[in-house]
């Protein structure tokens, strides 16, 4: 059962902050309130395929999205099986999501050589799909995403793998990734939210949630593409540049730039919540939002 994942999700790197039990009621008031995926990361907290089983578990209809899975984490067999064994266990509800991180994360903090990431995914990805599974697996292909910015990887999302999930992209983005990778893949960028109308707050606040990706060269290689330059990546970003990473204001202007990505060429945006209080889940802009992204 090939998944969908519907128009509009939550991403959220919040639940590693919590007890899994919150996390459990967490998925289930996104599930309820009309969100049809719930995006989690992968970084130097929980196993992101466990924590997906954990979450499937407590939901009934939610799907459940890696973004990403580390390909540096474990090996590509034991990849595939996790994702076989998930997609098995819930049909049509979990969705993988693989990527080649970040140099920090995998040459410092995991002790792997990260020279060449992409080649590295191709090989990667042709030993998932050679690799052993000697179980009950699933009736089909769930089909998996990769983290893609650059030309090279869009391509390989669209020929390797069912589509892309760019992540920290400004709308231009959305519309070079269908560009480029043709009709037919599954395109899903996240986008991130502050629910704040006045400008110095909320840009405040987007800097603060921006500030680590401004220090990760694969983003800001990939922002200079679209015309940001070394003033615009400095002291936490320039407005120019915040505001075309986050949106903020009222839940119109979080509707509208949702709109902008699906007119852009999304299909489905996942949006990430940015609050004032570190380590608060956003449950009450998930609901605020609700009615304005998904008609709940």
Known sequence: ???????????????????????????????????????????????????????LGATTRL????????????DPMTMAAGQKTLAEAFPGRFLLGLGVSHRHLVARVRKHSYDKPYSYMVDYLQA???????????????GRVLAALGPKMLELAATRARGAHPYFVPVEHTALARQR?????????????????????????????????????????????????DD???????????????????????????????????????VQVLTAEAGRLPVAEWRELAPALVGG
């Open 181 to 229: 990778m043709g009709p037919g893949a599954l395109l899903a960028p996240e986008q991130m939210v502050v629910l704040e109308r006045d400008p110095a707050t909320a840009r405040a606040i987007a800097r603060a949630g921006m500030a680590v990706y401004l220090r990760a060269p694969n983003y800001t290689n990939n922002l200079r593409r679209f015309g940001f330059d």
């Open 63 to 74: 799907r459940v999205a890696t973004g990403i899975a580390n390909i540096y984490a474990r």
């Open 1 to 55: 059962m090939t998944i969908d994942i519907g128009p509009v999700g939550i991403w959220t790197g919040g639940l590693d902050s919590q007890p899994s039990a919150v996390g459990r009621v967490a998925a289930a008031e996104i599930e309820a309130l009309g969100y049809t995926a719930l995006w989690i990361p992968e970084a130097v907290g929980r196993d992101p395929l466990v924590a997906a089983a954990l979450l």
């Open 128 to 142: 998932m799909d050679e690799s052993l599974f000697h179980a009950v697996g699933p009736a089909d292909d769930p």
């Open 232 to 270: 615009d990546l400095a002291d936490g970003g320039s407005d120019r540049l915040v505001d075309a990473i986050v949106a903020w204001g009222g839940v119109e202007a979080v509707a509208e730039r949702v709109r902008a990505h699906h007119d852009a060429g999304a299909d489905h945006v996942c």
